[in-house]
């Protein structure tokens, strides 16, 4: 089989695809015929630090091929989706029973890459952020595969006002055509000076030096919920003054440690697909054999939506 590897750090160009054995399902594991893979910005980061090759895995959807031992739940034949620690950018990939769920009927595995797994970190980041109605929010990297959808489920939970925050120039680029055709009521860069009225809560996907402007967004008794994987420091002074505070979220740990939770933001994710209320937004479908082009697009910020590879 194809997949993607990288033998040292740096930018998409170290990207290549090599042909290795299909890989064997182990204890508590399915073997899946990969019809679609996300390409997600912590990855795309990981590639680029200064450590050992890791697998460059993520959110993938396809047919469910063998099962190892032990792996209940799914029979060769069955459409699922799931989060994938291993190789992912392959036609073949190994999945964790505790990861996977069915495809419903009517639903593609691009709709299952661009839905479940961003999804889920959008609904559990706004969960984070306590949200109550008629509150006004802010969600940074708004464009992005997490944040369209976070932006379309903070309206679906009772904010009055949504303000989408993208790279410097965005606003009066497609991005913001992008944003308020899901429901945006404003669209701010990073680079202005103010960001409008101040908000009740900040969904942060990107971290760093843009922690400070976010924080300041806030009204007092604010909250920001950071979930990016670009770290980034917050003064506490900056937080006593308006009594805001900042709330860590992380995906990993709800999947392990509270999966009646997972399950039931998964099923809602569907529900509101199959009504039509929560759109997933495809910016494009790259071949495996693209995937440094595909890493190039999320490196420049221009994605409006998910970037998938198609094995």
């Known amino acids: 089989m194809r997949r993607v590897r990288y033998e040292h750090s740096g930018g998409p160009e170290v990207l290549f695809t090599e042909d290795v054995p299909v890989p064997v399902p182990g204890p508590g594991e399915i073997l899946v015929r990969v019809a679609a893979a996300g390409v997600t910005l912590p990855v795309v980061r990981k590639v680029r630090e200064p450590r050992e090759p890791i697998p ?14 032990g792996a209940s739940g799914y029979k060769p034949g069955d459409r699922v ?12 990939a190994l999945l964790n029973t505790a990861m996977a769920s069915t495809v419903p009927e009517g639903a593609s595995a691009v709709d299952a890459v661009a839905l479940v797994r961003s999804g889920l970190v959008a609904y559990g980041a706004l969960d984070a952020a306590r949200p109550a109605p008629g509150e006004a ?4 990297a708004a464009a992005s595969g997490v944040g369209h959808l976070a932006l379309q489920l903070a309206r679906l939970r009772g904010a009055s006002r949504v303000v989408g925050a993208v790279s410097a120039g965005g606003a009066g680029s497609d991005k913001a055509d992008f944003l308020r055709a899901l429901g945006a009521d404003e669209v701010i860069a990073y ?21 400070t402007p976010a924080v300041r967004a806030l009204a007092p008794h604010g909250r920001l919920v950071a979930y990016s994987s670009g770290g980034g420091t917050v003064q506490a002074y900056d937080l006593l003054v308006g009594a805001k505070s900042v709330i860590g979220f992380q995906m ?11 399950e039931t933001w998964r099923r809602e994710l569907w529900r509101l697909f199959a009504t039509g209320e929560l759109r997933p937004a495809v910016h494009a479908e790259f071949a495996l054999e693209d995937a440094a082009k595909a890493h190039a697009v999320i490196e420049a910020r221009g994605n409006l939506g998910k970037v998938i590879l198609i094995p």
Do not use: M, N, Q
């Open 137 to 140: 929010a802010l969600v940074t």
């Open 81 to 92: 989706t799931g989060l994938c620690f291993g190789h992912g950018y392959a036609e073949f």
């Open 191 to 211: 680079d202005e000076e103010k960001w409008g009225e101040p908000v009740d809560y900040v969904l942060d996907a990107v971290g760093g030096e843009l922690l």
């Open 252 to 262: 990993a740990l709800i999947a392990r440690g509270r999966p009646k939770v997972y």
């Open 56 to 69: 460059l895995g993520g959110e993938i959807a396809g047919e469910v091929v063998s099962t190892g031992d």
